[in-house]
DNA sequence: CCCGTTCTGTACCTATCAGTACAGAAGTGT
DNA sequence: ACACTTCTGTACTGATAGGTACAGAACGGG
């Protein structure tokens, strides 16, 4: 049996050329044509290796959270609920600041659509909610532990921390640096400035 | 001299149509014909009384700013540095979650675009930065006034405050609920539960 | 009442959108 | 070397994008 003229590009390299893009211009900016001209393939060759647009727009946000995205599941490995906050929002400071292009694929590519992006919206905001689903059940374990006031309500504080998270993602959209981004941190951590001591 | 045959529509009124479905599809994500259709007036009238697409969504900005988002100035008149940040932030919270369509223009109109978009979205990354100063200098002279403590930098203050409210829209996007955001709130004004008192 | 001016509605413009048909190129297995 | 399969490139599809020409309707001033 014969097998066919073998795709001449790498799939995943090409993916993260389209994840770029799509990081860039959100999905609705995103024409077809500037997908195939910065992955450098045709369009036949992009519909028979992604599907269509929206599939492709799928596959790079699941890319995205294995990459840049990642740095949210690496966080809640660490010992303390502290120092698993404080790894959660310096690697957030770290990705909405690291292209010349700013912000977080998760809240820039979709967040408000016409009805054609109605699906990719609902996806990224379900990514969203579950990102702080996962850190609510790490901070639900470290009260378990007593690493965290009995009163204190996980979800809350994982809410907290998911704001922020968000909104240092839209700070990076207006040029906010990477050293103003890591006081905001700063100022997270310790609270702000009349913060009293936890009862 | 002849005056010519009046105009049949409202012009703020229909701004005001303009406003919600901008805010609720985006820039990029709203068409004309949407556009036209939820104000209630043909192309032609559009244009004549607007300008274009790009025009009237600057219109509708302005008018954003002085309703809606107009919480962040009213704020600034609290006469505490704490309570500025309280009503700002309350305010945030109660602008977000006030419509079935969450979220809050500025953050979600045009924050990842395409070439088209980029205007749009340069003049909402510039409105979010100037809201930002704004509160800034609020905050500089709450120190000056020794309201706030004298090492504390007020632009650092100021960007934790806005990455907040910015985050709030975000979260109101996926659904976050009035309550839910009021606790963030709450959690932001009394720091995180191990923040220490202010040195 | 009628002229001049401005608005409204229809119908159209070009450009671009996402998506595809089809022919030829480039391979693999036999 | 040949047959078979799959990919690539060009060229196209219908639909829709933003924007406008033009004719007629609706007013105000004289």
Redesign the interface.
Known sequence: MAVGRPRGFDVDERLDRALEVF????Y????LS?LTEAMGINRPSLYSAYGNKEELFRAVVLRYAEGPGGHLRAALLAPT??AV?ERLLRGTVEVVTARD?G?CLF???A????EQ?GRPRDEL??W??SGELELRRRLQRARDEGD??GD??AA??A??V??????????A????TRA??D??VE????????????A
Do not use: K, N, Y
């Open positions: 990081w860039r211009q959100g609705e900016g995103t024409a500037d609920a502290r906050v292009h912000g809240v820039q590519a967040l408000a659509t016409g992006g905001a379900s969203r909610r965290l006031p204190l309500d809350d504080l809410r907290h998911m704001t922020t998270s968000h909104g240092l993602a839209v700070q959209t207006h040029g906010a103003e981004l006081r905001v100022l997270f951590l310790s609270g702000p400035p009349w913060a009293e001591s936890p």
